[in-house]
Nanobody, 122 residues
Framework: QVQMEESGGGLVQAGGSLSLSCAASSRTSSLYAMGWFRQAPGKEREFVAAISEPGLSTLYADSVKGRFTISRDNAENTVYLQMNSLKPEDTAIYYC???????????????WGQGTQVTVSS
């Protein structure tokens, strides 16, 4: 199981940008698909984006498509989420995850970070 640690959250105005990073503890993390999920207060955790183990395939939720970009650096065991044109509805705790297969469900991933808060003010 891969341990993950997020960084880069914060407060930003609507229309602004933030970049999240997530470092994996295992050198074998390059063998895993990696993803980002988010959970807003009172809502269930939802899929945001994911990237395959070699980084050739990506998936995005419709709500972030065209605004968010996921990428990874296997040499650094790190996955990134560049968030542009942020909206107040993007406010949530963002979690990174790692798993054996690329997927959009939380059950597809077995390694999770503690989360980082992203707040978008209107």
């Amino acid at each position: 199981q891969v341990q993950m640690e997020e960084s880069g959250g914060g407060l930003v105005q609507a229309g602004g940008s933030l970049s999240l990073s997530c470092a994996a503890s295992s050198r074998t993390s390059s063998l895993y698909a990696m993803g980002w999920f988010r959970q807003a207060p009172g809502k269930e955790r939802e899929f945001v984006a994911a990237i395959s183990e070699p980084g050739l395939s990506t998936l995005y939720a419709d709500s972030v498509k065209g605004r968010f970009t996921i990428s990874r650096d296997n040499a650094e065991n790190t996955v990134y989420l560049q968030m542009n044109s942020l909206k107040p509805e993007d406010t949530a705790i963002y979690y990174c995850a790692a798993g054996p297969l690329l997927g959009i469900y939380a059950a597809d991933y077995n390694g999770w970070g503690q989360g980082t808060q992203v707040t978008v003010s209107s």
